[in-house]
């Protein structure tokens, strides 16, 4: 199964959630993924209508695992989490298919964990393959935040609600604590997903990395780091595809009902303390 690999010495495992892709995509993940850091175990999971197994057959250090059913994004995943949990790795990444890694990008972010114990999920700065910067760095959204950004056609609405809640005003040029660490690249630490018992399985899609990130944040830091670097296509899909954005709309719900409509202290607790690390937002 895991070839001639010694399981005890896997320092770094992934898993790779994949539905109907685009095989070159696949390829140029999976070959980034193994250039960044070779001392790695990949669990690709395939939640596809038909098996791409033929793709990973020569690869040492992959386990691929067909589900000929559309699991759902987090559910997927978690099939992955629970076998790095088994195999006892240091750390896990909850990786997208459209995502290219810096080759010293993980070297970087073990780094950056083994020094900050504390820390036990970050992601590194997320750019467009132009090189534009994505602003996932973003405070908890309360149901105005995501109506605004959804439904509003006041261009001046928008703006002034993705300055605040994507914090558009910081630079991305220091290490801050984040509590929304974005799905499409999450670096933990396997022992802290192993106590959060992974994602929320009740979300089939959308809202389960921001569950996940505010669990981990109750019992550990969540860090943006800026020093590494991935490239993130980045499709936005739930505002191109309608069952996209019908999974958005009941992953929104679950999550509200879950954490909180209007009342929701943890989160007007921590965005205040997120927005504190900015002087422009100092009292």
Not at 38 to 49: E, K, T
Not at 225 to 236: D, G, L, N, Q
Not at 249 to 262: A, E, Q
């Given at each position: 199964m895991f070839k001639n690999k010694i399981l005890f010495l896997i320092n770094l495992t992934a898993s790779l959630v994949l539905y109907n892709n685009d095989l070159q995509e696949i390829e140029e993940v999976v070959s980034s993924f193994f250039?960044?850091?070779?001392?790695?175990?990949?669990?690709?999971?395939?939640?596809?209508?038909k098996s791409h197994n033929h793709i990973f057959k020569d690869y040492e250090n992959v386990m691929y695992i067909y589900n000929n059913k559309n699991l759902g994004f987090g559910k997927a995943h978690n099939i992955g989490i629970k076998k790095a949990i088994a195999l006892n790795s240091n750390y896990h990444i909850i990786l997208n298919p459209d995502i290219c890694i810096e080759k010293d990008t993980i070297n970087k972010l073990i780094h950056f964990m083994d020094k900050n114990q504390e820390i036990g999920l970050t992601m590194p700065k997320v750019l467009y393959p132009s090189g534009k910067l994505q602003f996932l760095c973003k405070l908890i959204p309360t149901p105005k935040n995501l109506i605004i950004r959804r439904f509003s056609i006041i261009k001046n609405w928008i703006k002034?609600?993705?300055?605040?809640?994507?914090?558009?005003?910081?630079?991305?040029?220091?290490?801050?604590?984040?509590?929304?660490v974005s799905g499409c690249f999450m670096f933990a630490r396997t022992s802290i997903l192993k106590?959060?018992?992974?994602?929320?399985?009740?979300?089939?899609?959308?809202?389960?990395?921001?569950?996940?990130?505010?669990?981990?944040?109750?019992?550990?830091?969540?860090?943006?780091?800026?020093?590494?670097?991935?490239?993130?296509?980045?499709?936005?899909?739930?505002?191109?595809?309608?069952?996209?954005?019908?999974?958005?709309?009941?992953?929104?719900?679950?999550?509200?009902?879950?954490?909180?409509?209007?009342?929701?202290?943890?989160?007007?607790?921590?965005?205040?303390?997120?927005?504190?690390?900015?002087?422009?937002?100092?009292?």
């Open positions: 250039s960044a850091y070779s001392n790695s175990f990949l669990y690709i999971i395939d939640n596809s209508s002034n609600n993705d300055k605040v809640y994507e914090l558009r005003f910081f630079k991305y040029n220091k290490n801050i604590e984040i509590p929304y106590k959060v018992n992974g994602f929320d399985e009740r979300f089939f899609l959308y809202f389960e990395d921001l569950d996940l990130t505010r669990r981990i944040g109750q019992i550990s830091k969540t860090v943006f780091f800026s020093e590494a670097i991935i490239y993130h296509k980045y499709r936005k899909e739930s505002y191109q595809n309608n069952m996209a954005f019908i999974y958005h709309i009941l992953s929104s719900i679950k999550y509200f009902n879950k954490w909180g409509w209007l009342i929701d202290k943890e989160r007007t607790k921590i965005n205040k303390k997120i927005l504190l690390q900015f002087s422009e937002h100092k009292k």
